[in-house]
Structures are given as C-alpha cells and as structure tokens.
C-alpha cells in the first residue's frame, strides 16, 4: 500500500555506483515493522495476541496451513503475502540495467481494470514510461483511465477488490533465446512460469495467444519476409527504434514478420523484435468488507474470511513486478547465449552474434 514506506538499502556488490561481479545484497525495510510487526513476528518464544483461524477463499491460507500443519493462518499469509514482489524489483532493475547495454527495454501498461479496457493500439515505448508512472493506474489511455479509477472507487465504496490485466512489452530483443530443443528452456514457457509465480494471477498470454485459438492455420502465424540493411532496429547508439510495427524492430538478421501475432516468439526461441505479453490477475483474496463463507478450523464451523487492511486492486503494481520477471528472465538467457565474465565481453559476444546474422542464408 502507498501508506508503507520503504527505505533500501545496498548491502554488498556494489562499489562507487558500479556492480563488482559479486552477489548483490539489497535490504528493503518496512517502516511499519517496528511499530506493528516486530512483536508479532518476533523469533522470540512467546504466542502472538491472536490466532487467525478463518482462512480466506482464494489466498494460501488453508493449503499452506494444510500443508506444514499449521494452526495460524498468520504463519502461511506473510510468507505468501506479494510483499515479497518488492524485492523481486529490486532484482529486476539490475537485470534491465544490463539488458540496456544490448539495447533491450522492457516497459509495462495497465490495459483492463474489471470491466474496463483501454485501446488495444496505444502500447508504451520505453520514452514513456514516465508517462506510464504518472498515471494512478499506469494507463497510457485517458479515458480508459478514468473509467477504471470509476470502477475502483465503486468497488471501494462496497468493500469488494478487482482484477485485471498488464501488459509487458520487451523491446529489441535479439533473436536466438530460449530453445527449441529442450523444453524446460523454451522462452515462452520460461516467461509463462515467471508471470504465473506472480501472487494472483492466474493466466499468461504471449501475443496473440488466445484470440489465436479460435482461428485457422492460415489466420494466426506471421508471415515471413527479407528485408536488407544490417543490424535493424537499433542505431547506432543502441536505443530501441522509432514507434512503429512491433513485428519490424530487434536483431533479427534481416528476416522480418510482417505482423506479431506470436508475441515475438517462435518454437520457443525469440524471433528477434518486439516480445509481447500479458499478465492477468484475479481481484484480490483480502477483502475490506469479509464476505465469503469459510470455516474456522478451530471449531469446524462456518465462519466469513477476515478482514485485513488491503488494497482494492493490485494491478498497477503488478506491471511493474511482471517488468521485472520478464527482464530477470530475457537477462538469464542472453547471459546464457553471450556469456562472458565482464560487461565488455558479454557485449563484444552479443554483437558478434547479431553480426554473424548479417551474412546467415542470404
């Protein structure tokens, strides 16, 4: 929540504003530990004041009490509980840091909120990221961001909490991540089970994913051309390309898909360009106003879920954690394809391997 404020501080790995090599420690404190948790959560023998024993439909309650023999739903709910995401972006921002240097950036958008979806054409480029954050909802779209602060507010006024729907795009990204011959390294579904291991969301769309389903072979792939003129996408000062056709930007070697309906994936491997996906998260299991039925596990009665003080919906923060779990991802794997001990090398492999595209087949 807004109201909890963060202070982070860097550890280890880190001297004078550049990383060393070695692992990097970032602590991230809550200002509310001391006043309201620390008794609470205290590693000290004692009990707690009170034991919550009304799991809430939905969250980790019950399955994690189920599952260590718990009583306290408490010692499942913090650990599942998406505070953990904050150190999820810390990561993630170390990961976009080194993605910049082979001119890959990663941005997000909120594009549905409930009921409400903001026009499917007005996707950010990573210049408008500032515009993205100003925005209460991270919406590019006006007018769709005023309907869904409407429909927040509504479903505040009632207690009630919303889904909805992030949109992540990786921009530049060089072909060649990921595999199509092992399936535990298939880049869709490393992404998939990134997005997914966010709290609450439920489903992980790669393009055009699902709309595909539904129509014939001959509708849904993306047709293959040539187009010459060394590394495309990219400058020379290595930043993504001028808006325009998604499909039309990255290292691809030359080969270009005339649109993007696979989100800039193919057999598991990035096609070079433009990758697309989208996070789709449940309205959130804590409510401020407890409605649904549950049983007290102390008495085996029914009982309504508790109330904990909550958010109404989640969604604008979860782009940024997905931001993170993408660019911690495509980071992975072009460190597994460039290698390299220093920053230099890795740099000086990448750009060896998008030269070597120049000259493959044609």
């Known amino acids: ?215 014939r072979g001959s509708q849904a792939h993306d047709a293959i051309y040539f187009e010459d003129g060394g590394i495309s996408g990219r400058g020379s000062s290595g930043s993504p390309s001028s808006p325009g056709s998604s499909a039309n930007s990255g290292s691809s070697g030359g080969y270009k898909r005339r649109t993007s309906r696979a989100g800039g994936i193919e057999g598991g491997i990035s096609i070079g360009g433009d990758i697309i996906v989208r996070a789709y998260m449940k309205p959130l299991a804590t409510l401020n106003r407890p409605v649904i039925e549950t049983v007290d596990l102390a008495t085996g009665e029914r009982a309504l879920s508790f109330k904990e003080r909550t958010d109404t919906t989640a969604v604008p923060a979860m782009g940024v954690v997905a931001e993170a779990m993408v660019a911690l991802t495509l980071a992975s794997e072009a460190l597994r394809k460039y290698g390299g001990d220093s920053l230099a090398e890795f740099k000086a492999n990448h750009n060896n391997s998008i030269e070597a595209l120049q000259t493959l087949f044609v």
Not at 24 to 41: D, G
Not at 134 to 139: H, K
């Open 1 to 215: 929540m807004r109201i909890e404020a963060d202070e982070v501080t860097i550890l280890a790995g880190v001297r004078h504003g550049r990383t060393l090599g070695s692992p990097v420690a970032i602590e991230i404190a809550n200002s509310e530990w001391e006043v309201k948790w620390k008794e609470e959560m205290s590693p000290d023998p004692g009990k707690p004041s009170k034991v919550l024993t009304t799991p809430r439909p939905g969250h980790a309650d019950l399955a994690g009490m189920q599952k260590y023999g718990l009583g306290d739903a408490r010692d499942v709910l913090e650990r599942a509980s998406a505070r953990e995401t904050a150190a999820r972006v810390a990561a993630g921002s170390l990961a976009k840091a080194l993605l910049s240097e082979i001119g890959v950036y990663v941005v997000s958008h909120t594009i549905q909120m409930g009921d409400e979806r903001s026009d499917a054409q007005l996707r950010p480029m990573p210049e408008d990221i500032d515009r993205v954050d100003a925005s209460s909802v991270r919406c590019l779209d006006k007018d769709a961001e005023q309907r869904m602060i409407s429909a927040i507010k509504a479903a505040a006024k009632e207690g009630d909490s919303l889904g909805g729907v992030s949109e992540i795009i990786a921009y530049g990204v060089p072909v060649g991540l990921g595999s199509h011959v092992h399936w535990d390294r298939k880049l869709d579904g490393l992404l998939a089970q990134a997005i997914c291991s966010i709290h609450a969301v439920k489903a992980v769309e790669i393009g055009d994913g699902f709309s595909n389903a539904s129509l």
